[in-house]
């Protein structure tokens, strides 16, 4: 893959310490980069209002991104820490799934310097600031999610020496990046994934295409998921609480049964359980 990162000049010219972190060199920000910035975000906010999780648009405001620009990570990093303990560190590119979790495990998220072109607002292969700070920040200031994602981290690096990372990862994409949650409002995003993208926010609720099925851990494990199109398949929480309380289990068990059971779900499937939404 090549990475739209390396057009980044001052992602370039750096070399990334042993975790892999870079400096942000707000400064160095063009004024194009951040008009790009406040282009996705005043489109995306307008979007979500209505579709959003409540805690979302909460750490939006109590973290003021609403702010002009790019965010800066000192001040950003300063207000994180004293919600949820988290802050943010640069890095040039996708990193190594060892070195991501043990970030995670830190209460560290891992985020890319680059912004995409006017080219590509839309869609893009790669995690930039936009998705990484726009998408994954907000819900890093609710305390529950932010201790899933350091749970999340742990887990990530025992999947990695049990063998079971490719059923974790599933996890993570379909709660994490693309997670939706029951509200009395109806169902709200939380995925990160959805967030930064204008056609998902809308097409996740409103088109009749996908199936929005109840959380359940081992359907999740044992459910494929692509990564270029819209999603066929979402998974609803109904609360953070119940996400967090579904993951303190030791999964070894569950990775047990995967194997013993091999059953296995493509991204349009149905499964003799689920419990369709909406
Ligand atoms: N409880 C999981 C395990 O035993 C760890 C985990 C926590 C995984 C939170 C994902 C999210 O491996
Ligand atoms: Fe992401």
């Known amino acids: 893959m090549t990475h739209a990162s390396i057009n980044d000049p001052v992602v370039a010219r750096q070399t990334p310490r042993a975790d892999f972190s870079i400096d942000q060199c707000w400064e160095e920000y063009t004024e194009e980069e951040h008009a790009i910035w406040d282009l996705l975000y005043a489109r995306q906010v307008e979007l979500l209002q209505d579709r959003a999780a409540p805690e979302f648009l909460a750490g939006l405001e109590r973290l003021s991104l609403s702010q002009s620009g790019i965010p800066n990570l000192e001040t ?8 949820t303990g988290w802050k943010i560190v640069m890095v040039p590119h996708l990193v ?14 891992p985020a890319g310097r680059f912004i995409r072109g006017r080219h590509q607002l839309d869609y893009l292969q790669e995690p930039d600031v936009f998705h ?10 609710n305390p529950v999610f932010a201790d899933y994602m350091q749970a999340y981290g742990q887990g990530g690096l025992r999947a990695l020496n049990l063998g079971t990372l490719h059923n974790l990862a599933r996890l993570y994409w379909y709660t994490v990046e693309f997670g ?3 509200t009395p409002n109806g169902l709200r995003i939380y995925g990160a994934g959805i967030v930064s993208s204008a056609g998902e926010s809308h097409y996740c609720l409103e ?6 099925i109840r959380f359940d851990m081992e359907r999740i494990m044992r459910t494929e998921y692509e990564i270029d199109i819209f999603q066929k398949t979402y998974f609803v929480i109904e609360s953070y609480k ?9 999964f070894a ?9 091999n059953t296995n779900y493509g991204t349009r499937d149905a499964a003799p359980d689920d419990k369709l939404l909406k």
């Open 132 to 141: 990484d700070i726009f998408g994954h920040v907000p819900m890093l200031a």
């Open 180 to 182: 939706l949650i029951e």
């Open 207 to 212: 088109d009749a295409e996908p199936q929005r």
């Open 253 to 261: 068990p569950i990775y047990e049964r995967l194997t013993t059971d």
């Open 76 to 83: 950003l990093n300063d207000a994180l820490s004293a919600l």
């Open 242 to 250: 119940q996400l967090f309380e579904a993951t303190q289990q030791d």
């Open 96 to 109: 190594p799934d060892d070195v991501f979790f043990t970030h995670l495990a830190n209460r560290r998220f």
